[in-house]
């Protein structure tokens, strides 16, 4: 299991997130648009894996798993496509930050978040769950209730990653990530016709930066978490 970072730049901007639900239509998922091989992080995270697995940036190769909410192949999850192996990858960035997460298993998920200002309207929508919303409560507006919703959100979205559907894809407000407490948590996710448990742990990077990995619940998440530092 690895992560690797790269160099940050700062980020202020506050926090704002828009999350709409379905309308009915057979799949809630989100695409994500341009393809991880042609993304503008792609040749980063070509170069990381490459250096992780003792290969040349040219012989790696990212495409696209299939959706495991309606099959289609233009919005799944992120995957390793050349070398053909049974690894799982996951890809993040925020404010100059990029986060690669590489493991064995069926699926892995990180999401990294510079820590910024978190607005009162986040604390009334529909992307927290009821509990979660009274730990915020709980803290004056401030450092400490910015981290516990970064570590709320982190959690999450590294679950939705690991999943493979995207964030409209899941009732976000169903998915409790228990920010009270320290990592790791086991979360789980109800959605795609099915139920799947998560071992989720927090990473202590910088601390400017929130960061959240999710691992299948099982052995493949007693394996230790190996940081690589920024190149």
């Known amino acids: 299991m690895v992560v690797a970072l790269r160099e940050p730049r700062r980020s ?4 704002s997130c828009s999350v709409r639900r ?3 239509a057979p799949c809630r998922c989100s695409p994500s648009g341009t393809p991880p091989s042609s993304s503008r992080r792609a040749p980063r995270a070509r170069r990381a894996i490459g250096a992780l ?10 495409g696209r798993g299939r959706c495991p909410g309606c099959g289609a192949e233009d919005h799944g999850p992120p995957r390793l496509a050349r070398p053909a192996l049974p690894l799982a990858i996951s890809l993040s960035r ?3 930050w990029g986060v690669l997460a590489l493991g064995a298993g ?3 998920g990180v999401d990294a978040e510079a820590l910024r200002p978190v607005g009162a309207s986040l604390l009334t929508g529909s992307v927290l ?3 979660e919303r009274a ?20 959690r999450k979205e590294a679950v939705v990653k690991a999943v493979g559907v995207g964030l409209v894809g899941t009732a976000l407000d169903r998915l409790e990530t228990r920010p009270e407490r320290a990592g790791p948590v086991r979360l789980t996710h109800h959605g795609t016709g099915r ?4 071992l989720v742990e927090d990473l202590t990077v910088d601390a400017r930066l929130a960061v959240a990995l999710a691992r299948p619940e099982g052995p493949a998440a007693r394996g230790p978490v190996h940081l690589h530092p920024p190149a």
């Open 22 to 24: 379905s309308s009915g």
């Open 12 to 15: 202020g901007r506050p926090w």
């Open 53 to 62: 697995l003792g290969l040349a940036p040219e012989g790696i190769v990212l």
């Open 94 to 96: 925020s404010a100059g």
């Open 106 to 108: 069926p699926g892995i």
């Open 135 to 154: 730990h915020l409560r709980a803290h004056p507006a401030g450092a400490l209730r910015e981290a516990a919703f970064h570590r709320a959100w982190t």
């Open 195 to 198: 139920t799947t448990r998560w």
């Open 129 to 131: 769950t009821e509990a």
